[in-house]
């Protein structure tokens, strides 16, 4: 005879609820799976598995506790036991065929029939772990049924992991989804219940009371064992999401995302979707935290992340990514959209801001880049927008800028020589232009400057404007100089022996200084070539007041005692020196183009005027740039400035050059 049970449903329910909240811990869980790396991303897979494998086992355990038959039942241990490292270990191997990022296919069908597989065993070897004085058989229509419905349920699961393993975050969807998840499972397993089939003729006299206290046992052994595996898992997810997380992906001084978070948000937006990034630099951020200190600096750092919170909503977010810079990225983006943002912060950033009884104003500038990142990686997005940051810096600060083509031209065209740099010293490209100086007053050339200039095998010739700037970022500026300084010796010493007795001057970099070497490299030189030193000339910057000025004046010195002469270059363009110029040991000023360009302004011509006069009581010769005809020469005269230099004069020229144009000066 047939034996027939019946189903405690408050237990049934309570599987279901199991199944459920098993199911959304182990979505949860995917998405750390997915986010997290090395040896954090393997923790997480295997929480993952214990998590749906404990699960889908604990449920099936207590759905059979549910199932009442009037007859002493025990279970196997081992049989048992194996079921549940059937469930676990099929789910590792499932969550880890689906782990990557790009799933084909096949994986995904592979490891949907691995899980599938697992759950239909540990469901009939839990089955056959039960031990009965019953014979015990299976309708084999509902025992196919169970097995289509696990791998259902198993393909169901495994595309709802690569749904939700990049939300983190709970949301109703993924509770949805848990809800079908554990209902797929629920009817696995009640559907292979139902294929189960008791049968034994002698069964009437067999059959007694079930021992109750026994299932209560069980029953709360195993409910308890459920809710130790969830909270333990809910507690990992809490400690993850709330204190390591935090620790992880927030900036501790503005409590913005970091540059952390900024890289798992372009790990989980691959695709074809238009994103806008904003980098954006605070202009005077150096010179507040220099002065004040690095303490006001890390307040005014916190008061700025707190105005760019205004900023971010649902599909823009706000990153700091270093000392002062800044993120912007903008989901589903447009260049007015950009542009408004970049305004606004703009506009935001500029306020004046009270900080520990100071009023400090820093502006900002922002370059802007948009597309999407299957069409560059992020890393280029992040580069065009630095390279646009830097193109707004150099426009005046305080505004935004696009980046364009022309901008990636230049950025490549930087690289290249940045790279190639090196090499052309060490290949000979560089080579000495000299421009004459000419005193107006007893008509007479009074001296050259020498020049570099770099003749690229592929580029042609590079302006110094070009490579100056990048030498001394690189600090290949240094060997040049030294280059460049032997060689205009040399030339020197020629002219001089072909009966040509002019001085020489090269132009200095601040790096020099830096090496605190700068007298023993002159001397050496001077000795090498054996130059008198008042043929030689260095020129410096305005700007080199900007770093420590006792100790600049303490090389120049060294270097005057020489008997080597010191002129200010570019006086007027950069940071005003006025302050200084009687302690800087200097023989000359050079006048910048920028005032003979426009010498028609009587505000020019005023400032000129007064420099003549200022230089004039220092003892201090002037010698004016950028001399391009006659009426130049006659406002300079008028002003009092009577050495020139210009292409009125002569370019730049080559050394086989010299020869022929001095000529022609004496015919003339």
């Known amino acids: 005879m047939n034996i027939e049970g019946s189903y405690n449903y408050y237990i049934v329910a309570l599987s279901v609820i199991i199944a459920v909240l ?24 295997l929480a993952g598995s214990l998590v749906m494998g404990n699960g889908i086992w604990s449920m099936h355990f207590v759905g059979m506790l549910a199932f009442h038959i009037h007859m002493t039942v025990s279970y196997d241990f081992w049989l048992t036991f194996g079921s549940l490292l059937v469930s676990v270990i099929s789910s590792f191997i499932a969550f880890f065929i689906t ?8 994986k995904i069908a592979g490891g949907g029939f691995i899980m599938g597989t697992g759950i239909v065993t540990m469901h009939y070897m839990g089955m056959e772990a039960m031990i009965m004085p019953v014979d015990v058989y299976y309708d084999k229509g509902l025992w196919v049924l169970s097995a289509i419905i696990a791998f259902i349920a198993s393909y169901t699961a495994l595309l709802l992991f690569l749904r939700f393993r990049s939300e983190a975050s709970m949301s109703w969807a993924k509770w949805m989804s848990a809800g079908i998840m554990g209902m797929a499972i629920c009817g696995m397993h009640y559907t292979g219940m139902e294929a189960f089939k008791l049968h034994n003729p002698a069964a009437a006299d067999m059959m007694v009371q079930t021992n109750t206290g026994l299932d209560l046992f069980l029953l709360l052994g195993v409910t308890i064992v459920i809710f130790i595996i969830l909270l333990v898992s809910w507690g990992a997810m809490f400690f993850d999401r709330h204190v390591l997380e935090r620790l992880a992906y927030l900036d501790t001084i503005t409590g913005l995302p970091n540059r952390n978070e900024m890289n798992r948000f372009f790990d989980s937006h691959v695709g074809t979707e238009k994103i806008g990034v904003l980098f954006l630099d605070l202009d005077q951020f150096k010179a507040i935290n220099d002065t004040l200190g690095h303490n006001i600096g890390d307040l005014l750092i916190q ?14 977010q706000a990153f700091r990514i270093g000392g002062d810079e800044f993120l912007f990225i903008i989901k589903h983006c447009n260049a007015s959209r950009a542009e408004q943002l970049a305004h606004k912060i703009l506009q935001s950033i500029k306020q004046v801001y009270y900080v520990e009884g100071n009023e400090l104003y820093v502006t900002g500038s922002i370059g802007i880049s948009i597309g999407s990142i299957q069409d560059s990686n992020r890393s280029v997005l992040l580069k065009t927008a630095d390279t646009a940051m830097y193109r707004a810096k150099g426009l005046g600060k305080n505004q935004f800028c696009f980046y364009n083509e022309e901008m990636g031209q230049q950025l490549v065209r930087k690289m290249e020589l940045e790279k190639d740099l090196q090499l052309a010293l060490e290949n000979n490209q560089f080579f000495i232009v000299y421009q004459p100086k ?22 042609g010739l590079v302006t110094p404007g070009e490579f100056i700037q990048i030498a001394e970022g690189t600090g290949v500026i240094v060997p040049m100089t030294r280059w460049a300084l032997e060689e205009a010796c040399s030339q020197c010493k020629l002219w001089q022996s072909q009966g040509l007795h002019q001085p020489v001057s090269v132009n200095l970099s601040v790096r020099l200084f830096q090496t605190d070497s700068l007298q023993e490299l002159v001397q050496s030189v001077l000795e090498k070539v054996e130059l008198a030193p008042h043929l030689l000339e260095l020129e410096i910057t305005e700007s080199m007041v900007l770093y420590d000025i006792n100790d600049i004046i303490r090389q120049l010195q060294s270097i005057r ?6 002129s200010m270059d570019d006086f007027g363009t950069g940071y005003s020196s006025i302050g200084l110029l009687d302690r800087i040991p ?10 003979t360009n426009d010498l028609e302004s009587p505000s020019k011509r005023a400032i000129i005027n007064a420099i003549i006069m200022m230089a004039d009581h220092l003892q201090l010769d002037v ?13 300079l005269t008028e002003l009092g400035c009577h050495v020139m230099q210009g292409y009125y004069y002569g370019k730049p020229m080559r050394d086989t050059d010299i020869d022929e144009w001095v000529k022609k000066q004496k015919h003339d």
Do not use: C
């Open 438 to 459: 000419w005193n107006v007053k007893t008509n007479s050339l009074v001296g050259f400057e020498a020049l570099i200039r770099w003749e690229h095998p592929r580029l």
């Open 303 to 316: 008061e700025v992340g707190i105005r760019l919170r205004q900023f971010i909503h649902e599909d823009q």
């Open 22 to 45: 098993a199911s959304y811990s182990a979505l949860s869980i995917a998405a750390k799976i997915s986010l997290a790396n090395g040896k954090t991303r393997f923790f997480w897979l």
């Open 561 to 566: 005692k020489l008997g080597v002469r010191v």
């Open 586 to 595: 200097i023989d000359a000023l050079k006048l910048d183009r920028l005032f």
């Open 99 to 106: 782990m990557p990022r790009n799933i084909n296919w096949y």
């Open 623 to 635: 010698i004016a740039e950028g001399v391009e005809n006659q009426e130049h020469i006659e406002f």
